[in-house]
């Protein structure tokens, strides 16, 4: 079988991976077609890859812009030119950006015998801290290129069960499942060391404006009220010296270890920590960060903001607490005199809900689930 994969996105990449590799290891002739230009660093991209055709793009420089939104069109407009002479039997299409959508679905109408999945990564508008402007145009258009046409999927792929809750009215009647994000097997040694006379955190990824500092502050300045507080800082953003300013205004200590790629390194960091931060803005619509699955590969407990798919499996899994306005005191006392013994009880917890949702084989296993009636 003929596997063309379509992704605008380098951040999407470590997904792609696990995809290319599940369908070679299945026999199938697998061809990715990605867009050459990196969202993050806002860089062309040079180098090569097997198996990936990298399509020229328009370069943006500011993510809410028209320059955005139509590099992302040209894009979806090639990268479709390229499907055409590929003619694939299963076409599986990245989402965002919405313009995928549009052309798949024309492509489909045009080749019917192909099969079609849409994997929704991110949904926008819904997904961008734009407050109620969303609700209207051209953001309301830029949203119905999507809803529209998801119709011509056989299969719709979601990055997390929150996304088809919000999308249940425009996904009745179309085949639709979850298949969470996933991290290949990491090769590190851990050794979890605690001071029980005091608390290490952890931040990982991001530092931008999603994040909710105030609260990362209240919750710092509450816990270190009653044990100390060091906040390790792993990453890098527009917002990193106000996260650490903040912090450190509550007379809590902060190690900022800037951006680390070594598993070992981060791992040792983590096993000095008790819990790593999953805590963004109420206004956020996500259901699971790329931040929490690194803390669970690392067998670290979080303390979780995020509602919907990581609340539940916080709570179901026992691998953390869920951190609520109202509940805040609890949690700082909760969090400031957990004993060693719970700490690691947590910590196995973790490392087992990892294998079982968020591994590789677990990954692969669902991926097989979903596709194989197509």
């Known amino acids: 079988m003929k596997v063309v994969i379509v992704n605008c996105f380098d951040t999407y990449e470590d997904r792609i991976d696990l995809l290319h590799d599940y369908f070679i290891d299945k026999g199938h002739d697998v061809t990715i077609i990605q867009s050459n230009f990196r969202h993050f660093k806002k860089v062309k ?39 055409d002479d590929l003619q694939p039997d299963l076409l599986y299409v990245m989402v965002p950006p919405n313009s995928l959508v549009k052309f798949a679905a024309k492509y489909k109408r045009k080749h019917s015998n192909v099969k079609l999945i849409f994997d929704l990564i991110d949904l926008w508008p819904e997904t961008m801290p734009i407050g109620k402007i969303k609700a209207i145009p ?22 997390c069960n929150l996304y088809q809750s919000i999308l249940k009215n425009v996904l009745k009647g179309i085949k639709a499942e979850t298949v969470y994000l996933a991290k290949g097997e990491v090769n590190v040694e851990s050794h979890p060391m605690f001071n029980k006379d005091e608390i290490h955190l952890c931040y990982l990824g991001s530092i931008n404006n999603i994040i909710d500092i105030p609260q990362i502050k209240r919750l710092v300045k509450l816990i270190h009220e009653i044990k100390p507080v060091t906040l390790h800082i792993i990453g890098d953003g527009e917002k990193r010296d106000d996260l650490i300013d903040e912090v450190k205004s509550t007379g809590a200590i902060v190690e900022y270890h800037g951006k680390i790629y070594d598993p070992q390194k981060k791992q040792e960091i983590f096993d000095k920590c008790q819990f790593g931060l999953n805590i963004m803005k109420d206004t956020v619509c996500v259901g699971l960060t790329m931040k929490s699955i690194d803390y669970f590969q690392a067998g670290l407990p979080i303390l979780n903001s995020i509602k919907a798919d990581t609340s539940k499996i916080v709570e179901e899994y026992k691998i953390g607490i869920n951190v609520a306005g109202e509940n805040i005191e609890d949690i700082a006392y909760k969090v400031a005199n957990d004993n060693m013994e719970k700490l690691l009880v947590m910590r196995e917890n973790t490392k087992k809900m990892f294998d079982s949702l968020f591994s590789l084989d677990a990954f692969n296993r669902k991926l097989h689930d979903v596709i194989k009636g197509l």
């Open 45 to 83: 991209r040079t180098e090569s890859k097997q198996d990936f055709i990298f399509v020229e793009s328009k370069p943006y420089y500011k993510n809410m812009s028209v320059a955005r939104l139509s590099s992302h069109y040209s894009y979806a407009k090639k990268a479709f030119q390229l499907v």
């Open 138 to 159: 051209p953001f309301t258009f830029w949203k119905l290129m999507r809803d529209k046409n998801l119709k011509y999927a056989d299969l719709v792929i979601t990055e």
